[in-house]
């Protein structure tokens, strides 16, 4: 709508046009913001209560391991086994899978690529030369093939 309501569309100016427009565009934009901050907060706040939820039950199944931890040890015990060997056993199965777990989470990141290829772009964007492409063995892309390059990161690792 024009701010001039007596006036025609056709009778507008190009320059009142254009302001028209980028005041409505402005407006769109604000607008778009406080939209996006609105749903921000209300995903945050729900976020916030899952994370708390799921706190409660990982606090609650840890409960439910030691508990079920000694009805192990004292079912061994039962089996005729010393009070002490039954703890034990069940102590010696705990450390190895945390060993377990400790391994494959070290070996987890010990395979990550630290965005070796992303830094070597960047450089070579800021202020590098086709020079460190070349020893890459690669060629410096152009402007608009920057995203036609790319290659998912199973094979970069490969």
Known sequence: ??????????????????????????????????????????????????????????????????????AIAYALAAF??????????VTVFYLLAAGLLTFLGYRRLKGLTKMERTGRTLKSLKGGSADEFQLAGTVPPSAGEVGARRESVSDATR
């Open 1 to 70: 709508m024009p701010n001039n309501p007596a006036a025609e569309p056709q009778d507008e100016s190009l320059g009142d046009l254009v302001a028209q427009a980028s005041n409505q565009i402005s407006t769109l934009v604000r607008s778009e913001i406080e939209l996006a901050k609105a749903e921000l907060r209300f995903d945050a706040k729900r976020v916030g209560t899952a994370v708390g939820l799921f706190g409660a039950a990982a606090f609650m199944a840890h409960l439910v391991l030691i508990l079920a931890s000694f």
């Open 80 to 89: 005729g086994l010393p009070e002490w060997a039954a703890f034990t056993i």
